[in-house]
């Protein structure tokens, strides 16, 4: 048998009257599933916007990490202000779907300037990009989005020379 040592704890800030902080709470990622949690009762129940499930995800670019965790990540392409949740799926004229998602107030944050810039840049680039301020504006943006018809690509879209074959025969 052996016994498994457990790294000590740093202990957390005190308050001025001497008393630990409390915890932070990530209201912001515990609404967020809750989202993602609907799109897939959504998607059971066979309603339009059910159809989003399978092609909405998250980008992880929040969140606490040590330095060398967040520094291999910023060499591999993490980006500041990159959206909570992209769809990649092309409805109402646009290439997709960039998704700002910000907890209810009042526990939501303000918009980053990275955020700001990264939903005018995406917009820009022919992409829909949201901010939704809590669940509700959400599933509002969502439902929206899912009801406006399939963007048509025209003509034959250009194929690359370089890169390895996927696609099966």
Known sequence: MSLRIQPARRPRKLKADGTPRARP??????????????????KMRGEPVGQLLD????VPNGGHRNKKTASDLKRQGVKAGVSDLPVR?????????????KATPPRDAALSESQFEWLEGSEYEGYCAVLARGLEEAKAVLREYASWPRT???????ALSNGTEWRKD
């Open 25 to 42: 709470v990530d209201w912001e990622g515990q609404e967020q599933a809750v989202l993602i949690r609907w799109l897939l009762g959504e």
């Open 55 to 58: 092609a909405i995800y998250h």
């Open 89 to 101: 799926q092309a409805r109402g004229g646009w290439h997709g779907l960039y998704l700002e998602f």
């Open 152 to 158: 048509e690509v025209v003509g034959k879209p250009k």
